[in-house]
């Protein structure tokens, strides 16, 4: 405490006059302070000490007759100070008194300034967020309401200095500012985690600076689209919270389908978040701590990957002291199917947010989710595609990204086949950027053609370069219509196998259905896959017939299913099955005109012979044309 | 050499008195030394100059008629040093000399002390454990009785120094101690390596301080159980072996079978390693390097598995200078299956230890291992299972751990169905540290559904919430039943699938024998495996019928087998199907109630027929009930 | 610019009088300077002012008269400086002028040399091979005529420091020389890119350096063999490509056929250019970084590959600054199933060397590749091995390796069962280096059965101990019988399933044709694999018959082929295959007597019926033996 003694020459007892910036550790039961009323109740008065110290003045203390406004200037006595930290005065009432000048003990330090103050003492305050054990100290990286700042502690060569302090804890270092290799950093002195008030005072600092940096870029969507109007809130609360997680230094892990739109998705995202990281952190590194993408070529979120993301995100809190990632499913996520994976990592409190336009279920997974953004949610459907989603979203991310993301909405809706009549709009959006419609159509064949050969590699650098988000413009040209004719010739190669054996009936409700054995009659682990090649034959044959087609290409143990002109509720036929057929063990899914499905494989043509019987007896509807397989 | 000579005027010869610490490298041809007899023979006698340093005084280079008793104080000369490093010295009959004080040249500094010496220069002997070359220096770690400590020696940027020095030698180093972000080293001055009896002094100093702290901890079982009693003994050496793996630096790579118990088995270990290991190379860090778990699909030590092992392990070496590795197997090892990869390993001298509980082939393994513990070396068997050993070894290797493990074997014994009597005590054991036996039972579900899930990995930090070692307890008591329960629901819908599908038909012998193609009838890929699948339809098949019962789980190229009251002895069955059908390629094996086979697809009608043949006539024993499934 | 100025009291107009190493940066409008004539041309004279600065005096500008002879020393006035850079002068009488010597305005320090200069200011040319952003400073690598230096420039911790600055540029480097852990760099004060002349100077004096550098070893072949001896040329560029690359920090990414042949190519070259490495960046460590070497099951360069490869590449470049790598094709790349894979490559400017003995398709790969050697370019075959040739080049690449690889080329011919005359020769040299053709067999063996065992693992220390170089002598000696005859083993246990499968017939040409199913007649996923079981199979029946003998191994989709005595034309029996056979999708290739095929599942039977009435018909040819498998 650093007490000034004004030269007053009074020799009665001293009375302390607190800075504003004190707090209750700064006081003694017994001393004398001036105080400030600042409330009145029948059994007492309400004093301040400083900003931060308040207590009470029981009416019982007073000599009687004395009657208190609010403001008004008294001295006190502090009595007590009780367990749970609230402090009794009595009034006090001195004739004679020296008052002494007491100022807070430490003057605080922005994060943000301590390259301004290398070789001083400086103190800082603020959140562990992040604790990493060296060969040699301990680094603390403490996070203020202006910046985070590493503070190297010293114990033993790779013993884990105060081993009690945690990440998440408010603390006040003392140290000394150092340089090293052009960062800073805070040589450790004091290290106290801070509780009661103090630690609330400077959590609530922490948490108004954060909310404010966390704020979403406020952008107007790129075309006028009331459907797509109605999900910006939903997508701004989507980039406050990522925004936020950055800040607070949580990694982002992020897992979107391996498909077209997937990449529309999550490609933008990826790079306005790495922008962000860069600008939050000052440390081109920290991407690549921070943030990572990762394909899945199911439709859900596997167990095993969920495993697997769980394994790797403990084991880099225990190598790096790192917080547990934030999961963002992106045009994946939103059904049944998901939620195993989600309870897995909710036990360890890993926050989860969706944003997928495949049909929902959000009874089952708004509960375990922190934001669901979803067309259907909205009485929307698929044909806003998650591309179109996520290039407003990552606008909101970071500022200035417009120009760049111009052409990805037309390339995920054109991905998707998208029956959106804002299509229009986005096509003539990326043709005014450069890009007309035969070019995206082959962005579309390259991103799905390389999605294949990377398998579940992001290949980031790469794909940059093909859907020219953060890419090289001259390569972008050149390698779009190379890979598009290379996914076209082997394409064709496939279907040069598979047509012969394409066998074609006329069913009842009289559409022309076709099936295929694709394990049998095409190339295997060769692109195009199985779900490709059976789409892929299905265009052919409704360009050849003009009429209504329904298309099955089966494996050992599953089917995809299409179908243009034909009404099939794949959920509906599934549930049938399943009760038809004890031990078929089927599953799976899709909308009304694409689907696929399993079984075991012993009951292969039991399922077929029964699934072709109910396509048989389905309502045809013209409207009906193919949406987004997967 | 640091003589000093004592103001005693004399002028006659010089006598040099040796300080006790004097080596034979301060000796020199032709000087007089003051000696002590310490043995007297036939031919002249034994002296001492120092505590080191000893010869042969000749009886030929006696005057004549002296007799000296050990203990006699003499002046000798030295004559001769012999190839072999031998002394010869003559008697010296000297009437006037001069005395000079000897010292060891240096004075020897502890490696665990060297933090005190910052700034000094300091000299220290002992073993080089580790050289490691970095863009800069190289770094030789010198490990002595006390402790290791990092040397570092610059020749030019990325050139190795002193590059005859080997991992293994024995030398001196004399360098100015340095501090280094909170680590000690010692930038070399000189660093040379010794022979002969310096070397030897250096090298039994060592190894009597290594066999010290490699002394395993003293423990009593945690139950009273004469069975395991008798091994006892073997588990103390393996755990001295591993501590002075250690102590040494050797890394410890550790195989182990992927199911319950060899988990059960594995975690401990590793947790009681890991903490042994940071205390002895006071680096958190260092288990990283020093050790690793990793899971084995295969019931044996597969060639693959021991190629990537050695690669790795040459790799580390090549990179890091680290010894090649011990390798330690865990629930797997002990079968003639294991030999050729070990004797792969042995090519490369590296030692190999085993702790297994399966049906062992010691004839085959032994004259490969250093170590082989198996219950069925000492006349017991499989009821005895590794997580049980495993406890103890851990319990051996690191103090303290006893309270964090009881519930343990209670969960090895479940997870492999020991029908010991001691798992009475075990589960009570568990009861008393707040397991009941539904949650044990839950925990080993949780294992073998994790196991699946984590493939190849070893996901240490998820498997220790799971088993609640080192672990967290809330979360622990959390996700057991939450991954016990999805297990349970997976496990229920293959059994939809498949129990449809089970074949029935009583043999011969009386027994109900079940048969069911796992590969067509259940869903693939997913968990649970083939295996698995067979023991919940067999469980549930004995539970219905209360009769002996044999089930047969086949897929195109193997088959899980699995008894009840039915005795079948499967490697006499495997040796006679590849009698009778040749070219079938039948191999496998297994207990009296369980095992697995392997055949090549097209002969598998031939191989089920046949076998069930033989399954028909095999003997009824009520005694037998089902024992782990590998 | 330091002018000094003589005392020589003149007082008309300056002249100055620039150092030779003076550059166009250092001469201003408007001065005079001491000039020496170059060229006469009618249009006026060229001159020097200093051994980097020339311009044109216009004829226009003489005052008439005079004649000028080259060598002749004038005094010219500097009028123009053009955009383009060019000088235009004219020429000065002057009577009377004061002389100053201008020095270059700094004197280079060769990059060699600057660890002799720690703590001085020094100024370096040169080319910038690397930059990399650290978490502090940025690190450009600049490479001169001597070698490459580490200059470090710090701009804000972890922000990119002169952003225009790319690799490739030509700067000047003014900064003070560190130490820094043993290593030399330099602190940038300034960093300066250079352009015209000045550029283009230092840019020849590198490529005349490199060129220097890049030269081959001047090595006699291991053999006198007239048929290599025209490939040694082709071989020379290589070296000379790639010792380019190594000097210019270029990473080489190496892939290889995964067999014996391909390792005995692959492993020498990966020897001589980590050594090589080594000695160009003075760095242990560098080889780890420059050079990968990779296995290829596949027989050609598959698009997954090369999308991996790729995209690696681009990460490495992203995080450590590095080139894009060059891509060494051994033992594999020669056809057109390769050119998807390079024309992706080329798309990134990534150079292409190829070194194969596969048939070549040159006008299908040579517009791709920088580099294509191929005996069948020369008019020669496969026999002439990848391994020979590539044992040559590695001496080209490394002085002094010849000892090491004297028996590489035996191994490589055995391995592909090479039937040229010069194996009498390589046997014969392999013999004097103490290998017996027995020994040489196992190491071929052991280096298949490890190729399976490592799969994607290049495994580079053990099969340097396989293969004996940069091995351990006596540890080869040891595993290589070991690794045999576990491969032996395998092999049998194998052929005891499929032998009794094995079918004969005799077909119209006389030929014995043996088939066999090997997906259902041999053990799967273990050594040996279906091609050389197949293989084997084949081998004994053409010792057991003495006849000539056709063997097909088939599984689902694919056929291995084997001939002996049978001319078989694989390419056009796949080519009227197709045509036969609509929808079978078959490809695939191979010699006279080797090859494999593929085809889609659901065809096969008809696809192996068609292809042995073809092979029923093949022309005999007893010359025809067994050539090189894939």
Not at 298 to 309: C, G, Q, S, V
Not at 483 to 497: I, S
Not at 592 to 609: H, K, N, Q, T, Y
């Amino acid at each position: 405490m650093n007490d000034v003694t004004p030269d007053d020459g009074a020799d009665g007892p001293v009375v302390v006059r607190l800075h504003s910036s004190c707090t209750a550790q700064e006081v003694s039961t017994g001393e004398y302070y001036h105080a400030t009323v600042n409330g009145v109740v029948d059994y007492g008065i309400f004093v301040d000490i400083s900003e931060h110290v308040s207590g009470l003045v029981h009416e019982s203390t007073f000599d009687g007759g004395e009657s208190f406004d609010v403001g008004d200037e008294i001295v006190v006595h502090l009595t007590e100070v009780r367990e749970n930290g609230d402090l009794s005065f009595e009034l006090a009432d001195l004739d004679d008194y020296e008052t002494v000048e007491r100022a807070h003990s430490y003057e605080r330090t922005a994060a943000a300034i301590v390259g301004q103050r290398v070789g001083d003492t400086v103190h800082v305050e603020g959140e562990v967020v992040q604790i990493k054990q060296t060969g040699g100290p301990t680094i603390f990286r403490v996070r203020d309401d202006t910046s985070a700042v590493p503070c190297t502690a010293f114990e033993e060569a790779g013993v884990r200095a105060h081993p009690d302090v945690e990440v998440g804890d408010i603390v006040h270092v003392k140290g000394d500012v150092e340089e090293r290799e052009g960062t800073y950093q805070i040589e450790v002195g004091e290290l106290d985690v801070l509780t009661d008030e103090d630690a609330t005072d400077i959590a609530r600092r922490l948490d108004a600076a954060l909310a404010d940096q966390a704020e979403p870029v406020d952008v107007d969507p790129l075309v006028d689209w009331p459907a797509l109007e109605q999900l910006l809130p939903d997508l701004r609360d989507v980039a406050r919270t990522l925004r936020r997680a950055v800040l607070e230094g949580r990694p982002i892990r992020m897992r979107h389908h391996a498909d077209g739109d997937g990449m529309c998705a999550s490609v933008p995202v990826q790079y306005a978040l790495t922008k962000f990281i860069e600008d939050a952190h000052q440390d081109d590194d920290a991407p690549r701590h921070l943030l990572r993408r990762l394909p899945s070529k199911a439709p859900y979120y596997e167990m095993e990957d969920a495993t697997r993301d769980l394994n790797f995100a403990l084991e880099d809190r225990a190598r790096h002291g790192q917080k547990l990632p934030l999961l963002l499913m992106l045009d994946n996520g939103s059904t049944a199917e998901d939620t195993p994976a989600y309870k897995t990592l909710d036990h360890y409190d890993i926050p989860i947010v969706v944003v997928d336009h495949h049909h929902p279920d959000p009874e089952a997974v708004d509960p375990l989710v922190d934001e669901h953004v979803n067309p259907y949610l909205h009485g929307e459907d698929y044909r806003i595609t998650t591309g179109m989603l996520c290039v407003e979203l990552a606008r909101m991310l970071y500022p200035g990204l417009t120009d760049e993301l111009e052409h990805v909405p037309a390339v995920a809706g054109l991905s998707d086949r998208s029956k959106a009549r804002a299509m229009t709009d986005y096509l003539e959006l990326a043709r005014e950027a450069g890009y007309d419609e035969t070019f995206l159509q082959q962005i579309s064949e390259a991103l799905d053609y390389e999605a294949y050969m990377l398998r579940y590699d992001p290949g980031t650098d790469l794909i940059n370069d093909v859907l020219n988000v953060g890419g090289d413009e001259e390569r972008h040209r050149d390698l779009v219509p190379f890979l598009a004719e290379r996914a076209d010739e082997d394409v064709d190669e496939q279907l040069d196998a598979a047509m012969p054996h394409v066998e074609h009936e006329r069913v009842a409700n009289g559409a022309n259905l076709y099936r295929i054995d694709v394990e049998n009659h095409a190339h295997r682990f060769t692109y195009p896959a199985p779900g490709k090649t059976t789409g892929e034959i299905h265009d052919r044959k409704v360009e050849e017939t003009g009429e209504p087609v329904i298309t099955i290409g089966y494996g050992p143990d599953f089917a995809v299913l299409r179908s243009d002109g034909v009404r099939l509720d794949i959920p509906v036929m599934v549930e049938e099955l399943n009760e038809e057929l004890p031990g078929a063990g089927v599953s799976g899914g899709g909308h009304l005109v694409v689907g696929s499905i399993r079984f075991v494989p012993g009951m292969r043509e039991a399922v077929l012979d029964a699934l072709i019987e109910k396509m048989a007896e389905a309502e045809l509807d013209e409207e009906l044309r193919s949406a987004p397989t997967r």
